[in-house]
């Protein structure tokens, strides 16, 4: 049988211009963080925010990056690093009273996770 080893122990993925606060974001992001692979899937099932969803397609494409790309089990994963950064903002108006118009902002986020292997 033919072993092979990987430089890296680490993966990761991203995530670009999410139609989310990154301050939204990262109250889950931080609960998350320094967990296994296993205890954080669970935990975001459960939780009743709507960024949740999202942050599981993130984590699953990085564990299935640290699958394929570096050879490491899944089982021994846990989050090494989880941050959301501000991406662009969109800027709408809204039409209010004598004729003004009113600024929406509505933020975007670029979510980042890396996992790494216990062994």
Known sequence: MIKLEYKYRQASATAKYIRMSPTKVR????????????????LLEF????????IWKVLYS?????????????????????????GPVLKRFRPRAKGRGYQ????????????????
């Open 62 to 86: 990085a564990v299935s990056n640290a699958q394929n790309n570096c050879g490491l089990d899944k089982q021994n994963l846990f989050i090494k690093k989880t941050f959301a950064d501000q």
């Open 47 to 54: 939780m009743p925010y709507r960024c949740c969803s999202i």
């Open 27 to 42: 109250r889950v992001l931080k609960q998350i963080q320094g967990l296994y692979y296993k205890d954080a899937i669970m």
């Open 104 to 119: 929406i902002l509505k933020p975007t986020c670029h979510i980042n996770i890396i996992v790494e292997s216990t062994k």
